[in-house]
């Protein structure tokens, strides 16, 4: 069961969560691939598995990072928020619908 989330934990709090969780299993795939390529025989389903979170994580990042309100994408809002929490306090609201993120 999952650990109940803060009353004060925005929008723009939640985008960059989700956007964090998606780069450490992008990361950690990519790692693993890169790893593999120095191993004298790697396992293939090793790599392919590494591969598909990889790119899965990619693919995630641009489907499923929407605004609650209107489902806009809005993955360089998370991305920000995620990497840089200052760069994403210039995103004051949502593009599409103008939902506050705070």
Same mark, same amino acid.
């Given at each position: 069961?999952?650990?109940?989330?803060?009353?004060a934990?925005?929008?723009r709090d939640r985008?960059?969560?989700?956007?964090?969780?998606?780069?450490?299993?992008?990361?950690?795939?990519?790692?693993?691939?890169?790893?593999?390529?120095?191993?004298?025989?790697?396992?293939?389903?090793?790599?392919?598995?590494?591969?598909? #979170?990889?790119?899965? &994580?990619?693919?995630?990042?641009?489907? /499923?990072? !929407? =605004? @609650?309100? $209107?489902?806009?994408? +809005?993955?360089?809002?998370?991305? #920000?928020?995620?990497? &840089?929490?200052?760069?994403?306090?210039? /995103?004051? !609201? =949502? @593009?599409? $619908?103008?939902?506050? +993120?705070?």
């Amino acid at each position: 069961m999952a650990a109940p989330l803060p009353e004060a934990m925005g929008i723009r709090d939640r985008l960059g969560r989700d956007m964090r969780v998606y780069l450490g299993i992008g990361l950690t795939g990519w790692c693993v691939f890169v790893a593999c390529l120095f191993m004298a025989r790697p396992p293939a389903w090793l790599m392919i598995g590494a591969f598909v #979170a990889t790119c899965g &994580a990619l693919v995630s990042m641009l489907m /499923f990072i !929407r =605004c @609650p309100h $209107c489902r806009a994408r +809005l993955p360089q809002i998370a991305f #920000a928020a995620a990497v &840089a929490p200052s760069t994403a306090s210039r /995103f004051d !609201r =949502c @593009p599409a $619908c103008g939902t506050h +993120l705070d």
